[in-house]
């Protein structure tokens, strides 16, 4: 069974368009992150929800917007897609909320490309 | 958040210890040291964590200075699934858990 799972792993989309990218822990935890790794290989913390609440926003536009339905599901929205909305996406989670002891079990990400 | 330094790139041959580095001069007390590495196409994986004293587990080991302000990924023997990007990072608790371009390993058979 995969830990962490997200669909689609590729989106292309054109600007302007509404898509999501859907994510799925099967280990239990508590809270759940959206990272962005753009082309230069950064990976940047976007959200993290603990328990379904929103713990960080890390200065994300508004046109993204995340849902946790349950702590086991965080999905991802992105309203009116730009060019540079484009990279890989990826989902986590994590046992603790905040847990300094407690590692990140990553997805394989969503490659998304905005043409 | 406290930065980590590591090298941009290694090499290694096949079957021989890698010793990977990463400078943290900055860590306070309560951060721990997380290591992942990310295989291509792939999402970061945990590799090993520690707080002050030396780790081991089935994948590596994890040397960390007596000070702190350093540590050491110990890869024991070096096969070709581990070239990776590989990423030291300090993890403070309750709070985003950055990272940083890690060093690319590459591994020559």
């Known amino acids: 069974d995969t830990a962490v799972s997200q669909t689609p792993k590729y989106l292309v989309t054109q600007m302007g368009n509404d898509k999501s990218i859907k994510c799925e822990q099967n280990?239990?935890?508590?809270?759940m992150y959206w990272y962005k790794q753009d082309s230069k290989k950064f990976l940047k913390i976007m959200f993290s929800?603990?328990?379904?609440?929103?713990?960080i926003n890390e200065t994300v536009p508004n046109r993204f917007s995340p849902k946790s339905p349950d702590k086991a599901h965080l999905n991802l929205h992105i309203n009116s897609l730009e060019l540079g909305d484009s990279a890989v996406y990826f989902c986590?989670?994590?046992?603790?909320?905040?847990?300094?002891?407690?590692?990140?079990?990553f997805g394989n990400g969503t490659r998304l490309t905005v043409t | 958040d406290a930065k980590t330094t590591q090298p941009n790139s290694m090499e290694s041959n096949e079957e021989e210890p890698v010793h990977l580095p990463c400078n943290h001069s900055?860590?306070?007390?309560?951060?721990?040291i997380h290591w992942y590495r990310q295989l291509p196409s792939q999402g970061p994986e945990y590799v090993i964590h520690?707080?002050?004293s030396n780790v081991n587990n089935r994948m590596a080991s994890l040397a960390i200075a007596e000070d702190r302000k350093s540590s050491t990924l110990i890869l024991h023997r070096a096969t070709l699934r581990d070239a990776a990007v590989y990423y030291c990072?300090?993890?403070?608790?309750?709070?985003?858990?950055?990272f940083g371009t890690g060093t690319k390993l590459q591994v020559i058979p």
């Open positions: 900055t860590i306070s007390g309560t951060d721990y």
């Open positions: 929800y603990n328990n379904k609440e929103l713990i």
């Open positions: 520690g707080l002050t």
């Open positions: 280990l239990g935890h508590d809270t």
């Open positions: 990072i300090l993890h403070g608790g309750y709070q985003k858990v950055t």
């Open positions: 986590a989670s994590s046992q603790v909320q905040g847990g300094r002891n407690s590692p990140l079990h």
